[in-house]
């Protein structure tokens, strides 16, 4: 238990969090409320699993909220004209290429890669008002897109295997491909990296390619979902909550630290956290101060030994007063 | 005596960084400190500076005993320090750079008119006058420091120590440093230089203290002693070019690399380059001299102004250091710590850095594999750790050195550019990597090796050219190694005998 405290703190934090609220609410570990979970968590686990890879590298990514948006109304507008299919596509394009355009500037250029993808961020959003009108489109999306929220497969909702999946592919070419490897070492230290022979500008174009493509693919998850694209309302403040994902999972912002499993249990913490005070009834303000509070307690537990034995000193008390 | 140190000692666990020194300065003097690296001269200005405090030892100023209470203190009784590193705020004006922590204020206000007027009157004074109202970022290096210099006289120093102040200079500007050095001295304000370039010693210099290893070793007046004599006081020992008996020739006449007119403004000009098959050719120059701008240069990490480099007899463009490393160039860089290591990552994926693409089966990476292979590599090296998946960061410096080296021997190059390999490690470290050499050179390879520690590169290697100031001063055979010439050398002599 200790051991797996010290190398997975998060699913502990998880499973425990998981334990408090089904104390708490009856209905919270239903099989039905924890698929909910899942299918509602998934969303932003794509885009937090992407922040993920551009952090690892070295960097960050403000511009996911609004590929999202773009992406779900690119693929609600073009299903009027083209195959929804053909339409898919050029919404995952758009999403990789914009990922491209942020890690260009932000290698060839040297600019910092928060004032890029602030522009993008803007940029995108405006694209996607204006393709829109500032107005949801319904398009003529076919019924089967839908299977991809209603969906159940072996007891699981799509969206959820979809997540898992996507979190293993991660695990795996992060763990088993020389690129995968290259982003912990230029997000580490990047001139060393560059002393190694490392094609830096390649390897940091690459996160951000990766993070486009999965906030599109959460586009499309969006549309399946509300049977609609929107540019307005649609992932604002995502990157924000991918942000806070991947570093309660103890992703460093710093670069070249971090795992999937955390960040995918960072999505995971904070979707049950906005689930489970729904049911308990909490005033969703709460629910901002609460996930603020975790945030800053995770980060502050990874990143400060002083606090690591406040917490440790405070737990041993406790344990002694019961 | 304007300020004297006396037998003033600094321990740190393990290390006696100054043992009983003794140091003295009058108004209007201008005294040179002198020793190879590591010899004490820095942990001694930062005493004079009360920028530490010494174990042993007591400070006079004025002839009274004083303490100072941080560097602050001393910079109000008149001791300003101008480190190599200047500390410029970039983003703010002339004016507010040299009022820096000192602001006039008329009541609660500040005082513009009062501080400009006064800045102004500093600077002409100084003989320069850049635009008070100029970012200091904008203006040249030079210029930066007359802004430091000028930051200290507005606080009424009397004494300045300038930590190696020509170091990024032109000649010019050291012309004009020099000027200003003199007309200071006129003025009654005392100077301490840290340098080891010799025509700063012989020609502004007063008098040079010498320390050696963190002892003193004595003073004299410049004008009784020559380089000859200097450079004995330095090093302290008669000579007996020690070369390992181990060392077996191995250097064959078949030219690996081949480099002309090698030139990167200001760091490096005009060098030329060659190494042979099976050589260890060895790079003496001091901090600043270029050698590592020139390892950088040949290795693709940084861009060359001019110069061509042939490998193995053909011409190569090495713009980047992944196509020096196709090309079979491998450099262990200076600081292990910001270019050598990813510190966060395991010792493993550290070793294996530049050879991954060796490792990839058809399912991806083959973790045992690499990890087989980063473990014979640090093997190989004596690496010691708990484990290879432990963090880099966690290592000794020694072994974070060995780590840097088992990077390269993965790597599988035939030519091996190691920046300062011996620094801050212990004697086995060293004998270990000296026994890699040997070994590299014996299987064909070729090294260049840079360190400060010149007995280290008469002790390994086939030839040695001496660098100073981004220029070849001088090149020695095996056979004809003369330590204190070639300190000389390395110190700015030319071959000719002319002070560069």
Redesign the interface.
Known sequence: MKKLFKTYPFVVVLVLMALIFGLLSPTFLDPGNLSNILKQASLLGFVALGMCFVLLGGGIDLSVGSIVALSSVLIAGLSATLPPIVGIHIALLAGIFIGIVNGYFVTAFKFQPIIVTLSTMAIVRGIAMAYSDSRPIFGTLPDELFLLTDGVVLGLPVPAILFFLAGAVSIFFLRYTVLGRQIYQVGGNEEAARLAGINVARVKILTYAISGFLSAFAGLMLVARMQSGEAVRTGIGWELDAIAAAAIGGVSLMGGIGTIVGTLCGALIIGMMANAFNLLGVNPYWQRIVIGLVLAVAVASYSSKNFRNLIKRFLSSQTKVN | MLLEARHVSKFYPGVKALTSVDFSIDAGEVVAVVGENGAGKSTLMKILAGAIEPNEGELYLDGNSVEFDGPLDAQRRGICTIYQELMIVPELSVVENVFLGHLKKKGIFLDWNAMRKEAKGILSRLGSAPSLDAKAGELSVAEQQLIEIAKSMSRKSRLLIMDEPTASLSKDEVANLFDLVRSLKAEGIAVILITHHLHEIFEICDRLVVLRDGNYVGASDIKQIDEAGLVEMMLGRTVDNYVDSRRHMVKSDELVLKARGLTRAPYINNVDLTLHRGEVLGIAGLMGSGRTELMRAI?G?DKLDRGSIEINGSAAYLS???K???QGLG?A?EDRK????????PIA?NAT??S??EY?GP???N?GKETAAAKDLCEKLYVKYASLSQPAGNLSGGNQQKVVLA?LLG?GTDIYLLDEPTRGIDIGAKEAIFDLIWDLTAKGNSVIIISSVIEELIRVCDRIVCLHLGRVTNTYERGNYDLNRIMLNAMGKSEAGAIQ
């Open positions: 290795y990490a980047s250091p992944r020096a490393l196709d450099l860089p910001t270019q050598g290591l990813v510190l966060s990552m994926h850095m530049p991954l693409l990839v399912f991806g990476l973790l990077k790597a």
